[in-house]
Each structure stands twice: as C-alpha cells, then as structure tokens.
Nanobody
C-alpha cells in the first residue's frame, strides 16, 4: 500500500522560509511522478512543483518559480519542497501526491493526474 506522509509545515512571516518533507513508502514501481500541491480555503487544489523520479525533470507553477525548489533524497525515499521568500498568498494546505509512470514522461501539475495522496501539512504565512 502506497503511503505518503508530509511534515514541515508551520507559521512564518512573509519573506521567511520553510522546508516541507514527504516520506514515500510501499511503491512497487521504479519510476513515478511525485509532487507538491496546495489548496487554500475556498480555492481549488493547484499544482506547485513536480518531479519525475527517473529523469529528475521538474515542473513549477509560475507563481512559485524562482522561490520554491523541489528535490528528492532517493536513499531516504523523501521528497522536499524548499520554500523561500514566502508570501501570504502561499498560505494553504500542502499535499504530496504521486502516480506510477516511466522515466521519460512529463510530470504535469494537474491534481487529477495523481492518484496517491498524503494527508497534508498546513503552511501559514502572515504579512
């Protein structure tokens, strides 16, 4: 059974930084798309950053490009999201999600593409 467990959320002032972690377990495939998504109250869930575990290719939402960085420690089966220069509009529940794929595939930012989800970790950025 695939499990994704997020951690690292919290409250921070605008301009600050946080690093989110997602520990993945139970995978039977060697390659998958894995990424970070977020959902603010009253808004739809949106993609933040994704990564292909085989190729290492990444994708970022325009709203976070240059401020956020997605990375992975394969030995620890852990995905990270380094968030710098945080803004109040980054406030949301952040989720880790994945689906099995192949090395050359493009990992898009559409939440509907992903079929495994964690429980989320809250990020709150105050002005």
């Amino acid at each position: 059974q695939v499990q994704l467990v997020e951690s690292g959320g919290g409250s921070v002032q605008a301009g600050g930084s946080l690093r989110l972690s997602c520990v993945a377990s139970g995978y039977t495939y060697s390659t998958y798309c894995i990424g970070w998504f977020r959902q603010a109250p009253g808004k739809e869930r949106e993609g933040v950053a994704t990564r292909n575990t085989g190729s290492g290719n990444t994708a970022y939402a325009d709203s976070v490009r240059g401020r956020f960085s997605i990375s992975r420690d394969a030995a620890k089966n852990t995905l990270y999201l380094q968030m710098n220069s945080l803004k109040p509009e980054d406030t949301a529940m952040y989720y880790c999600a994945s689906f099995a794929t192949y090395t050359g595939s493009w990992c898009d930012l559409l939440p509907s593409t992903y079929n495994r989800w964690g429980q989320g970790t809250q990020v709150t950025v105050s002005a």
